[in-house]
């Protein structure tokens, strides 16, 4: 049943016409599993078609438990997104688990630039929030996780949110974008010299940054003690993103008191996803499941 809807969520959401019309989940209706995140024009938009408006790629698990969320942001520099081996993948994985997962389909460079992404991202959350019941989701077990560039806007994220909009457009608008927990697979942290992804900042922020811009969008210089709790993954001699970055982020998560696990393989090159094909990468996996483990998200059900 990964990666499409139960009888029971497509009988709820489209009773009637008036239902699938209904704000809080316009697209429930269509024949796949990708549902647009703004109804009509997304904010900062360019035009009006599907690269205009960020969507999310739904995959439920079979159970009918209870179960945390994951909101999944795909790595590709802010200029494309790699929606098979860091979306589509670890969705099913975590379904596996019994989490449901969320695969966000944000907009990109050269149309789009910051804060289009992030706006992106702290939609995603509020949807999922917003439509908790509807997904069978626990309100508050709802985290994001990004791979690479993803990870930079997953950080954003966990750093840069709100309790919800006072004067929203919507009710989605009305809860929280911010994340219960957040998991980073060998991240872009920072827009500030000296281990930045060039690429990426140059994708999100355009070709010369205002520096307080950079600063901004540097997640390490913005936790506190209400960012999430946090896992890390990365490799030392990754030549794409520095190790850097998760180090960065984990010390300044250490200094804020926010619980973190890091782990630093010696050897990897970047963009392995699952790493399945590799006997020693594809261990990190199961290190984020005994942290799942370990936070209480895992359902039950599970040994």
Known sequence: MSGIWPPRLIKSAC????????????????????IPLWPLAAPMAKGASTDDNA?????????????PGVVICPGGSYSALSLDNEGRQVAEWLNK???????????????????????????????????ASLYNVVENEIGIMGFSAGGHLAAMAATHYDAGKSSPSDGIDRVSSRPDFLVLIYPVITCSEPFQHTTSCSNLLGPHPDPAQAALVSNEKHV?????????FHTYDDETVSVEN????????????????????????????????DPVLSTWPKLLENWFRVRGLLPKILP
């Open 246 to 277: 998760s180090m960065a982020f984990f010390s300044a998560l250490r200094k804020a008191g926010v619980p973190a696990e890091l782990h630093i393989y010696e050897h990897g090159v970047h963009g392995v996803g699952l790493a399945q094909d």
């Open 97 to 131: 688990l019994g989490i449901a997962a969320f695969v966000l389909n944000y907009r990109v460079a050269p149309q789009y630039h910051y804060p289009v992404q992030l706006l992106d991202a702290q939609r995603a959350l509020r949807y999922v929030r917003s439509n």
């Open 224 to 232: 506190t003690a209400k960012t999430p709790p946090t896992f890390l």
């Open 15 to 34: 009773l009637t016409a008036a239902v699938c019309l209904f704000l809080v989940a316009p697209a429930l209706c269509q024949q796949d599993n990708q």
């Open 55 to 67: 969507a999310i790629l739904l995959y439920l698990p079979s159970s009918n438990q209870p179960t």
